[in-house]
């Protein structure tokens, strides 16, 4: 995964529907349009519950729990991050 910075979310978004990047980490605000539109598919929300707005999506911590678990186990280090 290589990360491409933008200047907002708006020309992020724009790239993202026209096909020219292939995921994106975005405020929902900024993509709910398009999710209900069926351009854009939404993964998981990152609030601790389900969204009012999409009851439908899971939050991450119920698509990842392991990985949420490891993240929070685990101090943010410079260098090598293996698991010993």
Do not use: W
């Given at each position: ?77 410079k260098g090598d991050c293996r698991e010993t």
């Open positions: 995964m290589v990360h491409v910075p933008y200047r907002g979310g708006a020309p992020a978004v724009a790239d993202t529907v026209a096909g020219q990047t292939q995921l994106m980490f975005t405020a929902g605000t900024q993509s709910l349009e398009h999710v209900k539109a069926g351009n854009l598919r939404l993964l998981a929300v990152t609030e601790g519950k389900r969204s009012s707005l999409l009851p439908d999506i899971p939050t991450v911590g119920e698509t990842l729990p392991r990985l949420i678990r490891r993240l929070r186990s685990r101090r943010h280090v």
